[in-house]
């Protein structure tokens, strides 16, 4: 099944600003909105903000979650060591009916 | 607080069988679709099946279609994943959760002879 679109990768310095893109269609995040997802190696996945861009509790106010047309973004602020991991953007799409994932960006923190 | 724990992952031979069980609780279990995704090793989160509040509305992934069958039961705030014909390329951390709101730590499915 076809799945959303993330860059691989991305490096940014400590204390600096990262923005994560995810790319879909109008069956996916156009319509359903996307959910972000963190995952640190060896962990489950947490959800950093849901389909209607809300962060759960206990999530960073660093974290912030958009979305324009057919693409979502993520932008974490003052970046911290903490927050070197993969990013993975989720979406329900209507005319799979069922979950697409992208493939995840890995992000490192100099 | 919200806890969802899977259970029922272990080493089985290719074309074998496994019963996957997600307990759910701290949060209204009725409200909310279920699924299960997978994880193989170093590789991405893969959609596996949903099932409605209901239990009556299903969906999967072609890879698993007509192998897999997800269930709940909304007495006991309990998903299953039932898993025949499992394949090498079944192995993988098998997480149950909503996807978008809340997930589960995982349970490890080995398929190997």
């Known amino acids: 099944q076809a799945g959303l679109t993330q860059p691989p990768s991305m490096s940014k310095g400590l204390g600096q600003t990262a923005t994560l893109t995810c790319t879909g269609n109008?069956?996916?995040?156009?319509?359903?909105?996307a959910a972000w997802l963190q995952q640190h190696q060896g962990h489950p996945p947490k959800v950093l903000s849901s389909?209607?861009?809300r962060r759960p509790s206990g999530i960073s106010e660093r974290f912030f979650a958009s979305r324009s047309g057919n693409t979502a973004s993520l932008t974490i602020t003052g970046l911290q060591p903490e927050d070197e991991a993969d990013y993975c953007c989720s979406a329900w799409d209507s005319s799979l009916n069922g979950v697409v994932f992208g493939g995840g960006t890995k992000l490192t923190v100099l | 607080e919200v806890q969802v724990v899977e259970s029922g992952g272990g080493l089985v031979k290719p074309g074998g069988s496994l019963r996957l069980s997600c307990a759910a609780s701290g949060f209204t279990f009725t409200n909310y679709w279920m699924h299960w995704v997978r994880q193989a090793p170093g590789k991405g989160l893969l959609w596996v099946a949903r099932?409605?509040?209901?239990?009556?509305?299903?969906s999967y992934a072609d890879s698993v279609k007509g192998r897999f069958t997800i269930s709940r039961d909304n007495d006991k705030n309990t998903v299953y994943l039932q898993m025949n014909s499992l394949r090498v390329e079944d192995t993988a951390v098998y997480y149950c959760?909503?996807?978008?709101?809340?997930w589960g730590q995982g349970t490890m499915v080995t398929v190997s002879s």
């Open positions: 389909r209607d861009n």
């Open positions: 109008s069956n996916n995040v156009g319509n359903q909105g």
């Open positions: 959760g909503t996807v978008f709101e809340m």
């Open positions: 099932v409605d509040n209901a239990g009556s509305g299903t």
